[in-house]
């Protein structure tokens, strides 16, 4: 079931130069999410924005009726979001898509980088609540890029990499130590992040016959079926990322 509600953002917190959280209140019980689900933001006041955006679920409080969107600016529709000040009304149509799966062991790695740190956190906090503790490996181009370390501290272990060495392991994701061994102490992989680090962790996984779950963030634009702009191509014919997906199983791409 899918909704269209409107929702005051309650408070926006710069995290970096370029990310920002905001706290979105609804005031009625929201719909129950999956992790890995997103919602298609309507974007006011730009011309050139007019088509909604795709944003995941970054965190949900069902208590207080709360969601949190963690949004990087790369362009006019996220910049005139994370500009929005408190008390701005945002419309949502969500939850939309298919997200991850709960895993059949309770060794798991979230591995995200860039904006695809976000669905990371709301899966972490579902994880925990099904008596699994989630272990975290975020990458970065370096230490000042990485956003809500202490959010994913709460709820387990955080490795990180930085490309520039600035902060943990020096190098992308792949390379940390974690990875580096034939006889990993995980049996699911969970990702979300730019392509190549999502295909370098699929082959990883392939080679160990580990379960690796991707979040794709192909370029949308209904977020329901219609347009047919975000197919991938996957073993069974080309399939539409925002209700096949984002979230798919990596032997299940064509990659
Ligand atoms: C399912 C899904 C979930 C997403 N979740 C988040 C999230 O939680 N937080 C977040 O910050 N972003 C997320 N994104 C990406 C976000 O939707 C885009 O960054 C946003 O739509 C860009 O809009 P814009 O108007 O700011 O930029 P535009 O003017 O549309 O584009 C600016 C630049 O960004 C590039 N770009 C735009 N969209 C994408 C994309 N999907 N992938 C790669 N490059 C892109 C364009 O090619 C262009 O170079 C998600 C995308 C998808 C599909
Ligand atoms: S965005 Fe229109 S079909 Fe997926």
């Not at 706290?23 to 919602?39: I, V």
């Not at 909604?52 to 949004?71: A, F, G, W």
């Not at 799966?101 to 669905?119: E, Q, R």
């Amino acid at each position: 079931m899918k909704y269209l509600h409107d929702f005051t953002i309650v408070n926006n917190e710069r995290q970096t130069d370029d990310f920002v959280v905001l706290t979105l209140q609804y005031d009625g019980a929201l719909p129950r999410m999956m992790p890995g689900q997103f919602a298609e933001v309507k974007v006011d006041h730009t011309p050139t924005a007019y088509l909604r955006r795709p944003l995941s679920i970054h965190d949900v409080n069902y208590e207080q009726n709360q969601i949190k969107l963690l949004i990087q600016e790369v362009g006019d529709g996220t910049r005139t979001l994370c500009a929005l000040p408190a008390g701005s009304r945002l419309n949502l149509m969500y939850p939309l898509g298919k997200g991850y799966d709960l895993p059949n062991s309770d060794k798991v790695l979230l591995v995200g980088g860039g904006c695809g740190v976000a669905p990371l956190l709301f899966l972490g906090r579902h994880l925990k609540q099904h008596g699994i503790t989630p272990r975290f490996l975020i990458g970065a181009r370096t230490a000042s890029a990485l956003v809500r370390l202490d959010a994913y501290r709460e709820l387990g272990e955080v490795l990180v990499t930085t490309e520039d060495g600035s902060m943990g392991q020096k190098g992308f994701v792949i390379h940390h130590p974690v990875m580096r061994t034939d006889s990993p102490d995980f049996d699911w992989i969970y990702t979300c992040g730019p392509d190549a680090m999502m295909k370098a962790l699929a082959k990883y996984a392939r080679h160990r016959d580990i379960t690796c779950q991707v979040s794709l963030e192909n370029r949308m634009a209904c977020g329901f079926g219609a347009c047919l702009c975000c197919v991938t191509p996957t073993q069974d014919g080309h399939k539409c990322t925002c209700v096949d997906g984002p979230v798919f199983d990596s032997k299940y791409l064509q990659w």
